[in-house]
């Protein structure tokens, strides 16, 4: 699992400063849309060689861009985070080639089951999966987000979780009929959401807590969760971790 910037995307220059505002805008809606919907930090995507001096069109440099009136604190922020969380670029038997470039993004997302992110800076980045070569010229696919409706198609290389509630568990608990207990949901979606987003999975369960108060959740279909307040089945041991 994991998400790595796809460095090969950065260095194919586009035509102008208008175009690079433009693609990087997008790719920085994925990065806080990946932040404030699922949890997943900027310090959690990774880089491999990303320049601040390496120019992204005509007289423009990523350095430059910092400068630009324009940018809001958050996405200069979001910047500094994609470039300075580098990692030791790929290789040897963890090389993997696009269009017969190395790209070490690449090699990290295939290696580590995970996905690339791309700015959308030329045709070869614009799918959800990106034709490669492996170091032993095997044909394989990388996983790849250059939209947001791509985070969909790699929920679980990514670990997007998405709360989607469950008429059954309402405000308030009750008894059905075969006297069965059935837990209550006192949050709100997006409460919900939040505590679903730093939930852990603890023996083999999936649990968070907002407060004092913990909820476990379970998957209704693919990435989607639903969940419920957990009282008499959560040990204190439980709650301690």
């Known amino acids: ?29 994925i990065v806080k849309c990946l932040y404030a919907e699922y949890g997943i930090l900027y310090n959690q995507i990774v880089s491999f060689g990303l ?11 990523l350095a430059k861009f910092l400068n630009d009136r324009f940018l809001d604190v958050d996405e200069k922020r979001c910047i500094l985070a994609l ?21 070490s993004g690449a090699g990290f997302a295939y290696y580590n089951d995970g996905v690339m992110l791309s700015l959308k ?3 070869d980045f614009y799918s959800s999966v990106l034709a490669a070569i492996d170091n032993k010229g095997n044909a ?8 947001k409706d791509h985070m ?10 998405k709360y989607m509630p469950n008429p059954k ?4 608990s009750y008894i059905r009929v075969g006297g069965k207990v059935v837990s209550k949901m006192d949050l709100t979606d997006e409460e919900a959401q939040m505590v679903l987003n730093r939930a852990q999975i603890i023996d083999g369960k999936l649990y968070g807590n907002k407060g004092e108060k913990v909820y476990e959740f ?3 279909i693919g990435c989607y969760f639903h969940g419920f307040e957990v009282t008499e089945f959560l040990n204190a041991d439980l709650r301690e971790k």
């Not at 040897?92 to 017969?100: E, N, R, S, Y």
């Not at 969909?152 to 979780?161: E, L, P, V």
């Not at 568990?169 to 308030?172: A, E």
């Open 169 to 172: 568990h309402s405000m308030n």
């Open 83 to 103: 470039i300075n969380n580098t990692s030791a670029i790929n290789s040897g038997d963890k090389l993997v080639f696009i269009k017969g470039e190395p790209c």
């Open 218 to 220: 379970r998957c209704t």
């Open 1 to 29: 699992m994991g998400i790595a910037i796809n460095e090969l995307s950065f260095k194919k220059k586009v035509n102008n400063i208008y175009v690079f505002k433009s693609v990087l805008g997008d790719l920085l809606e």
């Open 51 to 61: 320049s601040f001096d390496e120019e992204i069109a005509d007289g423009v440099s």
């Open 152 to 161: 969909f198609y790699h929920a679980d290389k990514i670990i997007i979780r």
């Open 140 to 147: 394989i696919s990388i996983g790849n987000i250059s939209e």
């Open 121 to 123: 800076s030329h045709p």
